[in-house]
Every structure is written in C-alpha cells, then in structure tokens.
C-alpha cells in the first residue's frame, strides 16, 4: 500500500479533503453564489390556508329530530377520519375546481396562453401545484394555497371552504328531493285511501250501522223477545234491521279493522314524511371553521437558505466522489 492511500476513516477523509481543498472550496463557493443568485429569480408566493373539521351527520331531520336511532350521532361533534376523507374527496371535486378556475379567472392569472396546445393540462398543473387539501393528525382538513399575490391565496382558499357547503348540500339535496317526492307520493296516497274508506263507511253508518257486534247481540235478543210474545209487527221490523246488518256487516268490520291498520301505517310513515320534508328544504353548514385564511405578511416559497443549503452540500458530494475516482491514490 502507498503512502498516499487513503483510509476510510475520519482521518482519512480529513487528508483527502485538504489534499483537493481548492477544488471543494472552489466549487462550493461557485454553487453558493449560483443557487443564491438562482433563489432570487425564483417569484416569491405567499401561503394561505383554512382548517377545518367535517361534521359528524348529513341528515337534518336525523340530527334536529332527534331520531331515536340516531342520538348517538350529535351534530355538534366534529367528524373523524371517515368524514375527513369524504370532505377532501369534494374538496377534490371538478366543481369546486372549475368553480375557482373561473371565479379568479386563473388561466390569465397564471399567464396561460389561451389559445397555446394543452392549455387546461397546464392549468391543471398549476392549479394542483398551489393549492393543496389534506387531513391532519387532528382529524381536520387543511386547504392551503400558494400564490404570488397574498390577498389572492387567502381569497382562494376562503371561497373553496365556502363552496365545499354548497357542492356537499347540492349533493344531498338532489338525493333528498328525490326521496321527499316518493315518500310524498306515499303519504299522499295513503291519505286518499283512508278518505275513500271514512266515505265508504259513513254511507254504510247511514244505514243504521255503528257498532255491528253489539247491534246484532242487541236486536238479536230483541227478535226473539218478539217472537216469543208473538209481537209480529215488531219482529218483522227487527228481521229487517238485521237483514241491515246481515248484508252490510262484513264489510263494515273489514273496513273498520283495514282503517286501523291504515292510520297506523300513517302515522308512522307521517314522521318518515316530516323527516324527508325537511332534508328537502333545509340546509345545515357541513363543516366548522376553525382557521378562516388571511393574506400572509411574509413569503413562503422559496425558502432560499435551504435551496443555498442543498446545492452547496450536493455540490459538495458530488464533488467528492468524483475526486475520489479520479484521484491517483
């Protein structure tokens, strides 16, 4: 072994390092002074953001009615990771994005060319390039954005918080119309039949039948009192009370057994109704705010002592190894 051949040890290195120290000065000064230079060209951007923290519940009706089977699900509590992902999902939705794109007309504040190739691939690019959605280790969601104007970024990211509540009610408002016309549809129905049977009935009450079991005991033993004090004239008007209640009797008792077990169904399917009712025609905010944005005071990107730091050390150890293979021992 020569006497100029390294160990791979501190010392070693220490040796090797003040052997080619120039070179390591020379190109670490020169990647210094480069990358500083480079970070200033770099167009500053200032950051925004918005936390927030996804309810626990959809349902008005469920959480305002206090559904027996739902108590458990309050609607003042934040939601958890579930609920946190679905929020980003929207969040993540075309029309939030579209809604954005053209609300602060992003395409000329990008300086897109509008008539160039690929036109919305760049702006989709750039569009994910600043604004970012994602969960925390809090259960919340963060909406942050970057922009070269600090007013703009805080503007961006208020409005997409401002827009999740109206994408996610129009989500369940489609939904909950659809299933306030079928209930409704139901409700009403039933409601129609139960007034066509209270019709019926009353027309066979007209007839002298109101309660048909204790009538029939009644004139019954009536009849046979008659007959049995020969009272013939008194008989023959009883027969035809019970020929009545002999032809109408059946389908009095069907009706009045079949109008219980309709109100019954009414009644339940009339809290079903209120429910859908109002899913229809309210809405409830599906988020809570915790952090609304505001146009920052300082730049975020670049973090120029970091681009100086990384191009000074990788310029370093690049360095290094290559003077290690060209180095003649």
């Given at each position: 072994m020569s006497e100029q051949q390294y160990d791979i040890n501190s010392k070693g290195i220490l040796t090797f390092m003040r052997k080619w120290k120039n070179i390591l000065l020379t190109t670490c000064g020169f990647a210094l002074i480069t990358s500083l230079v480079f970070s200033f060209f770099i167009e500053d951007k200032y950051e925004s953001s918005v936390i927030l923290f996804p309810s626990t519940t959809s349902s008005i009706s469920r959480a305002l009615l206090n559904d027996k089977n739902y108590k458990e699900k309050d609607f003042l509590e934040f939601g958890e990771e579930e609920e946190a992902e679905q929020m980003i999902q929207i969040l993540k939705s075309d029309a939030i994005r579209q809604h954005i794109i053209t609300k602060f007309d992003l395409m000329n504040h990008y300086k897109i060319n509008q008539d160039g190739d690929y036109k919305l691939t760049k702006l989709n690019k750039e569009f994910d390039a600043n604004i970012d959605f994602y969960r925390t280790k809090?259960?919340?969601?963060?909406?942050?954005?970057?922009?070269?104007?600090?007013?703009?970024?805080?503007?961006?990211?208020?409005?997409?918080?401002?827009?999740?509540?109206?994408?996610?009610?129009?989500?369940?408002?489609?939904?909950?119309?659809?299933?306030?016309?079928?209930?409704?549809?139901?409700?009403?129905?039933?409601?129609?039949?139960?007034?066509?049977?209270?019709?019926?009935?009353?027309?066979?009450?007209?007839?002298?039948?109101?309660?048909?079991?204790?009538?029939?005991?009644?004139?019954?033993?009536?009849?046979?009192?008659?007959?049995?004090?020969?009272?013939?004239?008194?008989?023959?008007?009883?027969?035809?009370?019970?020929?009545?209640?002999?032809?109408?009797?059946?389908?009095?008792?069907?009706?009045?057994?079949?109008?219980?077990?309709?109100?019954?169904?009414?009644?339940?399917?009339?809290?079903?109704?209120?429910?859908a009712r109002v899913d229809a025609n309210s809405t409830l905010d599906q988020k809570f705010v915790v952090n609304e944005a505001y146009p920052a005071e300082k730049a975020s990107y670049p973090i120029r002592w970091l681009i100086v730091v990384v191009s000074v050390a990788a310029t370093f150890l690049f360095t290094m190894i290559l003077l290690i293979l060209v180095d003649p021992k």
């Open positions: 809090f259960m919340s969601v963060k909406i942050e954005v970057l922009d070269k104007d600090p007013k703009y970024a805080a503007d961006i990211a208020n409005e997409i918080a401002l827009k999740y509540d109206q994408i996610k009610n129009q989500i369940l408002k489609k939904v909950a119309n659809q299933a306030f016309e079928i209930v409704e549809a139901e409700y009403n129905t039933l409601v129609s039949e139960i007034a066509l049977m209270e019709d019926t009935l009353n027309q066979i009450r007209a007839r002298g039948i109101q309660d048909y079991e204790t009538q029939v005991e009644v004139l019954s033993y009536q009849y046979g009192a008659a007959l049995v004090n020969n009272n013939t004239n008194a008989a023959n008007k009883l027969n035809s009370k019970l020929d009545t209640l002999s032809k109408y009797g059946g389908k009095y008792l069907s009706l009045v057994q079949q109008l219980e077990y309709e109100r019954e169904k009414l009644s339940d399917l009339r809290g079903v109704y209120a429910e």
